[in-house]
């Protein structure tokens, strides 16, 4: 498994675009519309917000996703097509339509993505502009494009591919805020020539975010257009893959590799954020358990601020455990900061405060909690809250 | 019903004090240590942190509430005597036992409470200094001095008296970080006059701190050390209050007020906070639900951010009703600043955005979200996010 350039263009038999439309304004020259187009059929898996207020193309989406065949995905950023009503869902269809007609393939296999402003309708003479852009410059070098279009309040696109041997894995992803614990908080991409049936790359997606995408978070806010969404077009000529078999764990285990490395490149570029903080929870009674603790420590302002600070602050780590819902012997409660023990027995351990703090001064870091002597375990990546993340969302809109 | 002078002193046989014993450090001239005593038996309820990190002193307290009767409240600012193992416990009874040799009561009715900084043993020398000069200050009129003593980063103490007629309550608070929506996240000491039976008294308050202190929002922290404490002497000589006449309806409403006025007044001083902000949520299935969804969006960075912005970002609104984890018909969402309604029919309502921004401007204002047709309703208080709490918590402790 080595990493190579090229993005959700590198497996065989996907093309991808992404041009300037000025959704996001009359005066912006950034590029806004994207277009992913696999040549073969391919089946594609999904997962998507679990906010109820989704918006109108993750509802035209769940639909292609539901069916599980898809030859495109068209994304615009400048405007979440969110709270949009009926014209909303009418808006969706027809800009999944005007891709269809371009690529003379049926309108439910062209999934679409929204991202950016919530309420106001889609300028669709726009779209439409940018449909059409991005069937012209199609490309199977075009995932930087594509990458870069999908941006938001994204300071870096994020983009890589991997060759898993027989078979390849592409992404691209973007999302800086808005990133909470639940489910796929973003968009990300993922496309493979592996050959693979729908439904067992529905559950093998599903693992793969619960452990990647669902335990990340840079603020608590869980948006209205958030999507995985992974094609599988068999073009690198191989077998289907079989769960049980050794082909398949190959492919799951760069799959996994592909989500843990976005969801910690989208952490990474939160908005505002200055550090990527690992929170590793062990000896829990479940995983679930370990996650919860995880969850709270990562989502907890204090703590962020403290991140931000770089203030070896030991009671805002081990307060932020014990609130978190899940019983433990706090005599058993140990904190690390990378290799440096800052709480031992649930009381503070014997440490020197410049070496806890010079762990806290590094761009990435651990924190690791021990909470008795179960196997349950889980990892969270978080980032700290400054001033940045205040001034980029205080007038997000102006 | 109307507002007096004279705090927790101001309903008849209480004396108060607050001195400075260098707890906050040896250079501090601040007031640290206060000292609540009923010179009359009396019963005493409590709601403490849900946190299973108590501090070692609500350990100690719960078992004075859990017993009913108290005759002292001996509180210290600067250091919270949390996480500090069998030392912690042993310093909080050895601070009770100060305090009841000095009133010549049971030191099983002495309550202790201690805030400030987390895994540091108690200082007990300046403690121990800081009871006797408590001891010795005592006066009818030392309500203040105990406000400002249990100070942390408030900016103002919070101190209010009520007469209700027959019976008087007075109350002082502190808190205005680690403010999370769920039991009492600060200090609250709470006197009356009338005469009442503990568990009637510890029911209400139940019931009283559900509907104030519960519902307020500054962070989503939640201390090792919060704890709303009511003490009732009957000194007013009035018959023992019984549920279900007017009398104790009466109490019963002063008290809410009480708990609502102070809640709002730690949320109005939360860290950093420029704005306070109501968020009312009706036409839910039940009060629970409006409860879920109130306190999503009292719980938003991205809405605490906008509110600090001040800019009417009805996306962001409905977007954190939306992922509550409570089912409505989006078609059925309305939201209002104020008398602006901004959301009509889950859709952007016809509304001028100057007089949305003009609403935001205000330093308190009132969301308010309906989500259909039926009776749940809740409200929550909750602040903006802005520059000025980062920089307090991003370096707390230096």
């Given at each position: 498994m080595m990493n190579i350039e090229g993005g959700v263009t590198a497996p065989a038999?996907?093309?991808?675009?992404?041009v300037a439309?000025?959704?996001k304004g009359p005066a912006s020259e950034k590029k806004d519309c994207a277009l992913l187009v696999s040549d073969a059929d391919a089946v594609v898996a999904?997962?998507?917000?679990?906010?109820?207020?989704?918006?109108?193309?993750?509802?035209?989406?769940?639909?292609?996703?539901?069916?599980?065949?898809?030859?495109?995905?068209?994304?615009?950023?400048?405007?979440?097509?969110?709270?949009?009503?009926?014209?909303?869902?009418?808006?969706?269809?027809?800009?999944?339509?005007?891709?269809?007609?371009?690529?003379?393939?049926?309108?439910?296999?062209?999934?679409?993505?929204?991202?950016?402003v919530i309420g106001v309708p889609l300028p669709m003479d726009r779209i439409l502009d940018g449909a059409a852009g991005c069937l012209e410059a199609l490309s199977a070098s075009g995932s930087h494009d594509a990458a870069l279009a999908i941006m938001t309040t994204d300071t870096v696109p994020k983009e890589m591919a991997l060759d898993g041997g027989p078979v390849r894995i592409g992404a691209i992803?973007?999302?800086?805020?808005?990133?909470?614990?639940?489910?796929?908080?973003?968009?990300?991409?993922?496309?493979?020539?592996?050959?693979?049936?729908?439904?067992?790359?529905?559950?093998?997606?599903?693992?793969?975010?619960?452990?990647?995408?669902?335990?990340?978070?840079?603020?608590?806010?869980?948006?209205?257009?958030?999507?995985?969404?992974?094609?599988?077009?068999?073009?690198?000529?191989?077998?289907?893959?079989?769960?049980?078999?050794?082909?398949?764990?190959?492919?799951?285990?760069?799959?996994?590799?592909?989500?843990v490395t976005m969801a910690k490149a989208l952490v990474r570029d939160g908005e505002g954020a200055s550090k990527l903080v690992e929170i590793r929870v062990e000896g829990a009674v479940s995983d679930e358990d370990a996650?919860?603790?995880?969850?709270?420590?990562?989502?907890?302002?204090?703590?962020?601020?403290?991140?931000?600070?770089?203030?070896?602050?030991?009671?805002?780590?081990?307060?932020?455990?014990?609130?978190?819902?899940?019983?433990?012997?706090?005599?058993?409660?140990?904190?690390?900061?990378?290799?440096?023990?800052?709480?031992?027995?649930?009381?503070?351990?014997?440490?020197?405060?410049?070496?806890a703090a010079a762990v806290m001064r590094q761009a990435e870091f651990a924190v690791r909690v021990a909470v008795g002597q179960g196997g349950g375990e889980a990892v969270f990546w978080t980032t700290d809250l400054g001033h940045d993340y205040v001034t980029i969302n205080a007038d997000y809109r102006t």
């Open positions: 038999g996907y093309r991808a675009a992404g439309a000025h959704i999904g997962t998507f917000t679990t906010n109820i207020l989704k918006a109108a193309p993750i509802q035209w989406t769940e639909g292609v996703c539901m069916r599980g065949r898809a030859r495109a995905v068209f994304m615009n950023s400048g405007n979440a097509n969110a709270c949009t009503g009926a014209k909303g869902l009418e808006d969706a269809q027809a800009t999944a339509e005007r891709i269809a007609g371009g690529l003379d393939v049926p309108v439910t296999e062209v999934a679409v993505l929204s991202t950016g992803a973007k999302g800086s805020g808005m990133i909470a614990p639940n489910m796929a908080t973003m968009f990300c991409i993922i496309t493979t020539d592996a050959a693979i049936e729908a439904g067992v790359l529905r559950n093998l997606l599903r693992e793969c975010v619960r452990d990647s995408f669902n335990c990340i978070c840079v603020d608590n806010d869980m948006s209205t257009s958030d999507a995985g969404l992974c094609f599988a077009n068999g073009q690198a000529g191989l077998p289907v893959l079989t769960p049980g078999t050794a082909d398949f764990e190959a492919f799951a285990e760069a799959l996994r590799a592909v989500c996650k919860t603790i995880a969850r709270s420590i990562a989502q907890s302002q204090l703590c962020k601020t403290a991140f931000f600070g770089e203030d070896p602050n030991i009671g805002r780590l081990a307060c932020a455990a014990g609130y978190a819902g899940v019983g433990f012997d706090v005599n058993d409660l140990g904190i690390w900061l990378d290799g440096v023990q800052v709480v031992r027995d649930g009381m503070p351990a014997a440490y020197e405060e410049e070496q």
